[in-house]
């Protein structure tokens, strides 16, 4: 069974960081891209990040680039994502998930059940 557990959320002041973490279980970690998507209370779902299979190749939306680093450990088959100078817009619960193959663009076919990320202005 496959099993994504997000952790690392929590409530935090503007300016601050966060490291997300997500441990996976119940696939060949190594053999997928991963991903993480956000949802901001009363948004719709908003992509933020995904990183190729070995881990070599990463992907960002636009306004991610430059505070947010997404990295993988396949030895420990885990997945995070750090934050940086944190925003109030931050705001979200935020989801990792398993791309259906090697290539992150052919979409997510697992999701965690997220963690919820609170920033204070």
């Known amino acids: 069974e496959v099993q994504l557990v997000e952790s690392g959320g929590g409530l935090v002041q503007a300016g601050g960081s966060l490291r997300l973490s997500c441990a996976a279980s119940?696939?060949?970690?190594?053999?997928?891209?991963m991903t993480w998507v956000r949802q901001a209370p009363g948004k719709g779902l908003e992509w933020v990040s995904a990183?190729?299979?070995?881990?070599?190749?990463?992907f960002y939306a636009e306004s991610m680039k430059g505070r947010f680093t997404i990295t993988r450990d396949n030895a420990k088959n885990t997945l995070n994502l750090q934050i940086l100078s944190l925003k109030p817009e931050d705001t979200a619960v935020y989801y990792c998930?398993?791309?259906?193959?090697?290539?992150?663009?052919?979409?997510?076919?697992?999701w965690g059940k997220g963690t919820l990320v609170t920033v204070s202005s």
């Open positions: 119940g696939f060949t970690f190594d053999d997928y891209a």
């Open positions: 998930a398993k791309s259906r193959s090697i290539h992150f663009a052919d979409g997510m076919d697992y």
């Open positions: 990183i190729s299979w070995r881990g070599d190749s990463l």
